[in-house]
């Protein structure tokens, strides 16, 4: 009779201890699962980040090109004018011209910080008043669909006009 005592006790005993040891085992895992968790989050949001960076990037790179790429067709065509739509991401801030020796087209946009989008050119760009664009001229834009009036006179210069 003793010795089913001592089994009980026994017994009692070990269930306390397997207890504690699944109680410690779950909280390991726990940490484990914690510490794969975390960095998987933030490498998941940098990813994100520098994929919504690269997508503007590439869609500012677009219109910069399809706008000196048309503003040199409608040069060539000698006196014309053609209108096009496109479609400013959300962070764009401001588009200007600039006329030195050469031509720029400067778009401004943020992400992280301010950056800009350089176009050169060698046809003589302006923005809607025509006035000399030497310091720069402010393009009026907006971000989502805007057209643009690309306009070309005898006297070589291009306009770049905002219609929307």
């Known amino acids: 009779m003793l010795s089913s005592k001592r089994g009980c006790l026994f017994k009692k005993g070990l269930f306390k201890s397997l207890n504690a040891q699944t109680s410690m085992e779950f909280v390991f895992m726990m940490a484990i699962a914690l510490m794969l968790l975390i960095p998987a989050t933030i490498v998941f949001n940098k990813y994100a980040n520098d994929s919504q960076q690269a997508l503007i990037n590439t869609q500012i790179h677009k219109v910069g090109s399809e706008l000196i790429h048309l503003s040199e067709k409608m040069h060539a065509s000698g006196v014309a004018w053609e209108t096009i739509e496109i479609?400013?991401?959300?962070?764009?801030?401001?588009?200007?011209?600039?006329?030195?020796?050469v031509s720029e087209l400067v778009i401004s946009y943020e992400v992280d910080r301010t950056s800009d989008s350089v176009f050169f050119t060698n046809v003589r760009l302006y923005n809607q008043t025509g006035i000399d664009c030497t310091d720069g001229c402010v393009v009026n834009i907006h971000p989502g669909s805007t057209e643009i009036r690309i306009e070309s006179y005898r006297t070589g210069e291009v306009i770049l006009n905002s219609r929307g």
């Open 87 to 101: 479609t400013l991401p959300g962070a764009v801030n401001s588009l200007k011209v600039y006329n030195g020796t």
